[in-house]
């Protein structure tokens, strides 16, 4: 104890034996380890798992007979378990972002030394463990597939969308609940996600279902497009929330790159954008 | 004779206590309710139907989809309906719970009746719209089996916030019953094909099963729902018996000798 230290003044003590504080970098990380835990620890992250397996036990399920598998569309099936997964990722990572809020605690953080960005900065990065929990489950079902059905290679690398889709979603329910930290939203924009994702099951080759964060892997003209167009958006997401805490140059920089990428991706995506022509490249 | 006149007397005097307190609540539970929620829910659901305008009026057998999703978004928004900031504050007062969330139900479901009724008139509205003046009478909604799948929806959405307000804490229960919505939609999504609970059209062979079972899954919201808006303190009378309060033993506890001088 500094007693040195006159009445009311707070002194840390790493100051007083005079260590360096950890580098914000490194915080965030080990805080960004923390948030990925809890995140896969969460009921409704565990419940979009649980929705996850259902779905790929009702997949393999369904295989056999070929009630899903079509020579049309080999790879479609493959998106199943994605869709759960990401739209309770989504709820999960708002409810975290939420949670100062919700329980009142903003003014506790406030007095804490890492600052609101590198705390938000940590959730964002949190992603990265539910993209992990996503590869994790889809790498046998798809292998199993791949095998099965003798998909080419070059098709599997189609599937690289959807462990980005669940990606995009997390930075997505971040951003909604840092910059508008209400109960109801995130609930109402999840059950949206669900019918565009239900939607785009139903009918695959809509135009407008080019834009929704998951496409039907056979009707990608180019996965590659379609890839930039969701590292535009994620970007565009963790800008957003990193900005509500302060805006600067480098953010400023990023959400130019994101909306660009986004821009380039949507276009260039679309299956007019294609060399062979609308038709024969959707369908192909 | 006298003392059962007595007894009555009392137990009406009593209702009449229950009744002004319930009276006196009024105001302060009306404070307390998220209306903002729950009107943003009635408002979205209307938006759904707008959006669908071209789908609905294109004539036909009128599409069921737009009205399941205005209620799932309609519940979505009542799912804040019980929670209550003050809970934790009132717990102790003289009003039960259950009164207490009798109270808001009555405030609040009608509400949510209100602007189911309108999503159904807008729809119809919006059907009507698209069918020429031909003289083949055009096919109406099927309202009793919408109802049903729209409380079902309710109760199951009510049913999650009183067992997470149970577990969570009061003004906590709406966040979680919003995802339990979301999860039971997905799974009656999932498990479709084996358990069909929404049918295209009331002309289906199933629509009359699958509603039955709507009525089961009301029925069984409805018991959780109940069962959890029991104060949490109350004892029931088959444990009153068998209960006897430990006086006994505690005072033999508190008066033993101190131990090692200590009082």
């Given at each position: ?215 039907i892997p056979d009707s990608l003209p180019s996965v590659g497009w379609h890839i930039l167009y969701l590292v535009g958006l994620g970007t565009c997401a963790a800008t957003l929330a990193l900005l509500r805490d302060g805006i600067r140059r480098s953010l400023v920089a990023a959400a130019v790159i994101g909306v660009a990428a986004v821009a380039v991706g949507a276009i260039l995506q ?15 | ?263």
């Amino acid at each position: 104890m500094n007693v040195a230290a006159p009445l009311g003044t707070a002194v840390a003590p790493d100051a007083v034996v005079g260590v360096r504080a950890p580098r914000t970098g490194r915080v965030i990380l080990s805080l960004a380890r923390v948030e990925g835990r809890r995140l896969l620890r969460h009921p409704v992250f565990l419940v979009g798992i649980a929705f996850s397996v259902m779905e790929v036990l009702v997949g393999w399920s369904d295989l056999p007979s070929g009630t899903h598998h079509s020579v049309v569309e080999p790879l479609w099936p493959a998106g199943f378990p994605i869709g759960p997964l990401a739209v309770f990722g989504f709820v999960a990572a708002n409810l975290a972002a939420t949670r100062d809020r919700l329980d009142g605690t903003e003014e506790l953080f406030g007095s804490a030394p890492l600052s609101p960005r590198a705390r938000t900065a940590a959730l964002l990065a949190s992603a990265a463990w539910a993209v992990a929990a996503g590869v994790v489950m889809l790498v046998p079902f798809v292998g199993g597939f791949a095998i099965a059905y003798e998909v080419s290679l070059p098709d599997v690398v189609k599937l690289s969308e959807e462990p980005l889709v669940v990606a995009v979603s997390i930075l997505a329910g971040v951003a909604l609940g840092r910059l508008l930290p209400t109960r109801v939203v995130a609930p109402v924009v999840a059950f949206v996600a669900l019918v565009s994702i239900v939607g785009a099951y139903a009918q695959p080759v809509q135009p407008w279902g080019f834009l929704a964060l998951w496409v039907i892997p056979d009707s990608l003209p180019s996965v590659g497009w379609h890839i930039l167009y969701l590292v535009g958006l994620g970007t565009c997401a963790a800008t957003l929330a990193l900005l509500r805490d302060g805006i600067r140059r480098s953010l400023v920089a990023a959400a130019v790159i994101g909306v660009a990428a986004v821009a380039v991706g949507a276009i260039l995506q679309l299956p007019a954008s294609c060399a062979g022509g609308a038709t024969p490249c959707v369908f192909r | 004779m006298t003392t059962m006149n007595e007894g009555m007397a009392m137990t009406s005097g009593a209702r009449g206590v229950r009744s002004k307190q319930a009276l006196l609540l009024v105001r302060p539970t009306i404070r307390t309710i998220r209306w903002a929620a729950l009107l943003g829910g009635a408002a979205a659901a209307q938006l759904v139907l707008w959006a669908a305008k071209g789908e609905l009026s294109k004539g036909g057998p009128i599409p069921l989809l737009p009205m399941r999703l205005a209620a799932v978004l309609l519940c979505l928004g009542a799912a804040f309906v019980l929670d209550d900031d003050a809970g934790a504050t009132v717990e102790a007062a003289v009003a039960s719970l259950m009164l207490r969330r009798g109270l808001r139900l009555a405030l609040t479901v009608p509400v949510v009746g209100i602007a189911w009724g309108a999503a159904l008139w807008a729809a119809s509205r919006l059907a009507a719209s698209g069918r020429g003046t031909g003289s083949v009478a055009p096919p109406s909604l099927p309202v009793a089996g919408l109802a049903i799948e729209a409380a079902a929806l309710l109760g199951v959405t009510l049913a999650a916030g009183a067992v997470a307000t149970r577990s969570l804490g009061h003004g906590k229960g709406g966040v979680a019953a919003g995802p339990t919505l979301l999860a039971f939609v997905m799974a009656v999504l999932s498990l479709g094909r084996y358990w069909p609970l929404f049918p295209a059209a009331s002309s289906e062979p199933g629509w009359a099963a699958a509603h039955a079972r709507w009525a089961l899954i009301l029925v069984a919201a409805t018991i959780v729902l109940a069962a959890f808006s029991l104060d949490p303190a109350r004892r029931w009378s088959i444990l009153r018996r068998r209960w006897r309060p430990q006086t006994h033993g505690r005072l033999v506890r508190a008066s033993r000798a101190p131990v090692a001088g200590k009082p």
